[in-house]
């Protein structure tokens, strides 16, 4: 194969016909190209900065996180203040009379889940609505190096964001409450329930790859998402036996999570340690089918 | 070079390639010919590993795509339809591609100016005009200076200028020894850029020949002459493989097996005067309808009672 040495005569505007400019002949430069799990890795994360969506949808669940703890916790402190005290009455009408400082600083977790998760959903099915997963799909013919590094980007890049929104959501709360009312990060499980809430966060994003790259669909993915994470917890224990669903609910992904991103133990549900290992195996087990399938079928 | 090698492949009951065999040979560009839904796009996707064929199997340089350590250098292929996210720029797309093999910056920049889009690189490719996508479809293909270009319908979508610079680029590439495979279902497009030629129509392969063989396979010239003396030139001309018919005009024959310049000299020998000699050659277009036409009615014939195809 010759080796085209011409530089392009033409102005910009108009194509060249020149085939290979100066092309990858050159020994040296062949001699790099491979296929890594690093450079797949460095590619995704490309794509994941690249798309203006991505970086939105960030900073919403950014703005919801602290915001919303921000809010919740003015809301709580001025009915602190009024006479009737703490878990007297309630007849407010809000939802956090009941809670505990750190959980009230938190309460934009809830709603930011569903937006991780759909970030994760999107890094999949954004590629198959686009036709982009082909041309990834040659790039990387094994595959599986792609699925893994989204989930790698998608979770890291999540977790580097939730933490710090996670820690000024809590400390913001906790100046809102006021000096009497509130809770320290040294207080017992404060940490955990602050960093936990941040994990969880990620661990729904990842979730949100696991059925994006099983469903393939976004509407899809995203229905199952909510259903997942929002929709199983109530609906089940209504359309279950009660035996069933005493088994089964503290086993859902946001029932598990509620061990470890509450700093108070609810009744009914699964340890911390039990609850983060339950997670993991839910993203595990949706990334493994997905992966599995990701093999056999045809891009 | 590409080698397919029976590879059949079925959507549900819907078999859109059926036992297809064929190479595609270095230093030529290589027409994938066939109508709408005849299995070429398929076949792209089978040998870029895409979809996994029933049965069958296809190498690439030697290979199966899968095993190439750096595939994009190997094979550059434009599919159809865009494979690219609306949201991202033409420079962020090829860098996220460039990246998973190690093809250095630089090469994006000269692929950019290459295909003409470097005032859009950084502009959202969802803003993109058809022929815009196209061309930022052929950068990634040429991005790893691979070996074999596999373009599936690339001149969708091109204005006039942009048919003519693919063109021009098909044939340096393979004249730079480069594999090139380009499908269409336009016969005219591809005889104006292509040596050799695969057709395919249902999935099966009709015709593997250069381009000017198919011309003389699907139907010779034909020359109509205009004589005062039809009858004696028609007996000068009547030999083993000439046909010479004559239709409502007496003086108007309708000559097959020889040229013009033979049935002039013919004419000129037997000292009889010709008004006319107009040869006719069977456009490619005839002939490319009568071989993919053929082969549906085979078809027809050959596999009712042998498969159970829900047609």
């Known amino acids: 194969m010759s080796i085209d040495t011409r530089t392009r005569p033409e102005p910009s505007a108009t194509p060249s016909s020149s085939a290979a400019a100066t092309g990858l002949r050159a020994p040296d430069d062949v001699a790099r190209l491979r296929v890594t799990g690093p450079r797949v890795l460095h590619s995704e994360w490309v794509k994941f900065r690249s798309l203006r969506s991505t970086i939105v949808t960030i900073a919403v669940a950014v703005v919801v996180i602290v915001g919303f703890g921000a809010l919740a916790a003015a809301v709580v402190s001025g009915d602190l203040a009024q006479p009737s005290g703490p878990g007297g009455g309630g007849g407010d009408g809000h939802g956090f009379g009941g809670a505990d400082p750190t959980s009230i600083s938190l309460a934009g977790m809830t709603l930011a889940q569903v937006i991780m998760g759909i970030l994760g959903v999107l890094a999949v099915t954004g590629e198959y609505s686009s036709g982009m997963v082909r041309a990834t799909f040659a790039a990387v013919p094994r595959r599986l190096p792609v699925l893994w590094s989204k989930a790698i980007v998608v979770g890291a890049g999540t977790l580097a964001v939730a933490v710090p929104a996670a820690l000024v959501a809590f400390f913001v709360g906790q100046a809102v409450l006021g000096a009497d009312a509130n809770a320290a990060l040294s207080d017992d499980g404060v940490l955990r329930a602050v960093l936990g809430s941040a994990a969880y966060l990620a661990g729904t994003a990842l979730l949100g790859v696991g059925l994006g790259a099983l469903l393939r669909h976004t509407a899809g993915a995203i229905g199952a998402l909510f259903g997942l994470l929002l929709l199983a917890p109530g609906l089940l224990p209504l359309i279950l036996p009660s035996s069933w669903s005493e088994t089964i609910v503290p086993y859902l992904p946001s029932n598990a999570s509620a061990a470890f991103t509450s700093v108070t133990p609810t009744d009914g549900l699964l340890s911390a340690g039990a609850g983060a290992a339950v997670l993991v195996l839910w993203v595990a087990a949706l990334l493994g089918g997905a992966a599995i399938l990701l093999r056999r079928r045809d891009a | ?311």
């Open chain 2, 1 to 311: 070079m590409i080698a397919v090698d029976r590879i059949t492949k079925s959507y549900g009951t819907k078999r859109a390639v059926d036992d297809l065999s064929f190479t595609v040979q270095p230093g030529v560009v290589t027409g994938f010919l066939g109508p709408n839904g005849a299995g070429k796009s398929t076949t792209m996707r089978v040998i870029l590993g895409l979809d996994r064929p029933d049965s069958g199997n296809v190498l690439v340089a030697g290979k199966a795509y899968v095993d190439h350590v750096a595939p994009l250098h190997e094979v550059g292929a434009l599919l159809e339809a865009r494979a690219i996210h609306p949201g991202r720029s033409a420079y962020d797309h090829l860098l996220a591609l460039a990246t998973t093999t190690g093809i250095p910056r630089r090469r994006i920049g000269e692929v950019i100016d290459l295909v003409g889009l470097t005032d859009v690189a950084r502009t959202r490719a969802g803003a993109f005009s058809l022929g815009m996508g196209q061309r930022l479809g052929i950068a990634a293909a040429l991005l790893g200076d691979p070996g074999v270009i596999m373009l599936d319908e690339p001149v969708n979508g091109l204005d006039p200028e942009g048919i003519l610079w693919i063109r021009t680029l098909l044939r340096e590439l393979a004249a730079e020894g480069r594999t090139v495979f380009v499908s269409s279902h336009l016969i005219s497009e591809m005889a104006l850029t292509a040596d050799h030629l695969i057709v395919v129509g249902r999935g099966r392969l009709i015709a593997d020949t250069s381009v000017d063989e198919l011309r003389r396979t699907a139907g010779t010239s034909m020359v109509q002459v205009r004589s005062p003396q039809a009858a004696l030139l028609a007996q000068a001309l009547l030999a083993d493989g000439v046909t010479v018919t004559s239709g409502a005009d007496p003086q108007e024959l309708e000559v097959t097996g020889l040229d013009a310049a033979t049935i002039g000299d013919r004419a000129f020998a037997a000292g009889v005067v010709v008004h006319a000699l107009v040869s006719h050659e069977i456009s490619l277009e005839d002939a490319f309808l009568r071989l993919t036409h053929d082969s549906v009615e085979y078809q027809h014939g050959t596999l009712a009672g042998t498969e159970g195809m829900a047609a």
